[in-house]
């Protein structure tokens, strides 16, 4: 079974190709890392995958299933999004904001559950905000804000997690402990996990498989040790970086 796959697929934004005859396919217990310089369309082909706007060629199929056969409850509760930035529209605090990952398993004007509560309190617990249920989300840093939409995503146990810059604000500790559990969890739950990312290095060490979007519709797939290198990623950034090896990992550092 694949979780996500595409064909053929083009994106383009007034008229500048962004990606260009993309075939993909995730498997369960992937976990893959996009990449590519600022501009060149992440965020695009990430909503694209999530069905959050139509592509202009091709097709983008979950589960085996074409996107429009998939009702918008159905794929709530089968993929997750986490986006780039979170708006917080109007106040609520911490632990109503992480129950509403619980909406697409509610029916209408239907009360979240203790189950429900003692999945959110879970969730928080896991990303390091326990004890902050009653705060107002307008008075949580940048970092707590970030760990809270992951936990609103936790919540909502999607199979498939679609991440915007998951480590925005994140620092190294929250970074490193945050990543390897959302790789564990997909790996043993054999889920898929797809993130976009501007540290190459995070790719290199936690993932197993790479989109690389190199600007102008061209994109390069395929398992991170076969895939990344310094030629690719010299390409990726337009700017030269040479590997380190200590013994254990690759890293790539910019000359």
């Known amino acids: 079974m694949t979780l996500l796959a595409s064909s053929k697929l083009d994106i383009r ?26 501009g060149v369309g992440k965020t695009m082909l990430l909503h694209t995958l999530a069905g959050l706007r139509p ?5 983008v199929r979950i589960n ?5 056969d998939w009702s918008a409850r159905e794929l709530a509760r089968y993929r997750g999004v986490l986006f780039q930035d979170s708006q917080d529209t109007f106040p609520a605090s911490v632990l109503e904001t992480v129950l509403s990952g619980r909406h697409p398993y509610l029916r209408f004007w239907e ?12 969730a928080l617990a896991r990303v390091g905000l326990q004890g902050l249920e009653a705060r107002r989300v307008d008075t949580l840093s940048g970092g707590e804000r970030r760990r809270l ?16 810059e998951p480590s925005n604000h994140l620092d190294l500790r929250h970074q490193m402990r945050l990543f390897a559990y959302l790789c564990e969890l997909t790996r043993e739950g054999l889920g898929g996990l797809l993130m976009s990312l501007h540290d190459v290095n995070l790719a290199q060490r936690f993932c197993s498989h790479v989109i690389l979007m190199f600007g102008s519709g061209d994109v390069c797939t395929g398992p991170v040790a076969e895939t990344l290198s310094e030629h690719t990623v010299s ?12 013994g254990v990992h690759c890293w790539y550092q910019p000359d």
Do not use: I, K
């Open 13 to 38: 934004v007034a008229g500048r190709p962004l990606c260009r005859g993309l075939d993909f396919r995730m498997q369960p217990g992937e976990c893959w890392a996009l990449l590519g310089a600022n």
């Open 111 to 122: 009360f979240e559950s203790a189950h429900d509560h003692e999945l959110a309190r879970q």
């Open 64 to 68: 085996d299933r074409p996107l429009a």
């Open 235 to 246: 390409r990726l950034y337009d700017y030269p970086v040479h590997a380190v090896y200590d």
């Open 149 to 164: 939409a992951l936990a609103t995503l936790l919540v909502q146990s999607p199979r498939v997690m679609l991440l915007d």
């Open 55 to 59: 592509a202009d060629a091709g097709h």
